[in-house]
């Protein structure tokens, strides 16, 4: 029997953070959860920040806890959400909290810098990336034209994982899957594009040298070690993005698949070995972000879990257990109302169950009532949105897709797995929920030379859980719904 490694894993989300420990032997893998915490948002002058030393504590405090136990960690892994970033002056001291990309002054940043400063075809030619307002080159645009000091002094840039690591080694570097969501990177080169630095004013050397996944950043510095009572433990960059991490520890066998990513926002995507920039991903608005190996992750952001989430805080008299509400929901008539998910209409309404009765009875549709209607036309809609998504990738793709593979939290909604799978007309596999904190520790595996590759990463996530299977049934009815579908958001 060989030895059990241990990894010691953050993932940082916009809402909370936790510290897990995954240990490696025997083929297999298993995980525990040492500490959850909140992340807090400070609003202070009219700005939102994130609490970049709160963060930094909860490692800490994470990190005490193996030293407590007599845990031997292999190495520690970082992946946090996407596009923010720290300020680090000559001095080497942050300069401020960073900011936080639900920051009001991006309102009209991208409209403002695409009208002005380089059109929108060309940033998307550049980098293709979707364009979002809260994307790092409109966050320092915006930064820029209000004269921020934090920014004026700054002499590196480090996104959020870098950060943290560099608080733990000491070491500065820029982490390729992390810096593909700034609107910053050139997917083709791989690099920080100079045009769009230089449009912010901005240079490369304001930021770390660029690092893949599996790379090491630096050991645990003096000071960090005395604090967790931890020797020189290796501090290793893994996808620094979150959804690099989930992707990276998809279950599948070969490359022909698609995976949903499913929670408040559902993103559905391929790998790829190149980005997919042209016209047609261009007008269908998808994304091109780093992967491990070099590949891509061409997907799409659909509007997920949200909408049901914010109708659940609204109704008083539904069912506190899903899936008791969703029980309920299931006995309704199908498709009696669809919505599409994505409409603006969606976004952050003061009342998302009159959103959703405002929609049908503009689109001159039966206007659901209660909350059971309102859940069926939820589910059913965001089934048929997965769709229409899912029949873009088909077209896009170099291969046939045959498996959807449905990872997160949303990957416990058997209901909404079953639905997909009719919709889409694949097999989906469902699982594993807890996909981000395993590809960050199978990513540390990687580099530590225990796994070899990304397939037998995938290999190992395979035969360490148990998948759901389901099978596309009722074909002709979800193609007629389907049908009735298009019509209606095209209205």
Sequence with gaps: ????????????????????????????????????????????????????????????????????????????????????????????????????????????????????????????????????????????????????????????????????????????????????????????????????????????????????????????????????GLGPVPVIAVAGHDTGSAVAAVPAKDERFAYLSSGTWSLMGIETKDAIINEDSYEKNFTNEGGVEGTTRFLKNICGMWIYERCRKEWTDAPKSHSELQAEAMEQPPFRSLIDPDDALFANPSSMVEAIQQYCRETGQYVPEGYAQICRCIFDSLALRYRQVFKWLQEFATFPIDTLHIIGGGSLNNYLNQFTANSCGVEVYAGPQECTAIGNIMLQAKAAGEVKDIWEMRRIIADSIELKYFEPKDQSVWDEAYKRYLEIVQL
Excluded at 68 to 97: C, H, M, P, Y
Excluded at 124 to 129: D, F
């Design 1 to 228: 029997m060989e030895t059990k490694k241990f990894f010691f894993a953050v993932d940082l989300g916009a809402t909370s953070g936790r510290t897990i420990i995954g240990s490696l032997s025997d083929g297999k893998f298993e995980l525990e959860e040492l500490t959850r915490f909140d992340n807090n948002l400070i609003e202070q002058g009219g700005h939102f920040y994130w609490d970049i030393y709160a963060l930094y504590f909860e490692i800490i405090k994470g990190l005490k806890i193996v030293a407590q136990r007599k845990i031997e960690i292999t190495s520690i892994g970082i992946d946090t959400w996407g596009v923010d970033f720290v300020f680090i002056g000559e001095d080497g001291a942050i300069l401020r909290n960073p900011r936080a990309y639900r920051d009001p002054i991006t309102f009209d940043a991208k409209d403002d810098y695409l009208r002005h400063v380089v059109s929108s075809r060309e940033v998307y030619e550049t980098t293709g990336i979707q364009l979002m307002n809260f994307n790092s080159l409109f966050q320092l645009y915006a930064m820029r034209r209000e004269g921020n000091a934090a920014l004026q002094h700054a002499q590196k840039i480090l996104f959020l994982p870098d950060a943290l690591s560099w608080m733990l080694t000491g070491n500065e570097v820029c982490e390729y899957t992390i810096a593909s969501t700034s609107q910053l990177l050139d997917p083709r080169t791989k690099q920080l594009d100079e045009r769009l630095l230089a449009s912010v004013g901005l240079c490369r050397s304001k930021f770390g040298k660029m690092v893949k996944p599996g790379t090491l950043i630096g050991t645990l510095t003096d000071e960090v070690q005395q604090m967790t």
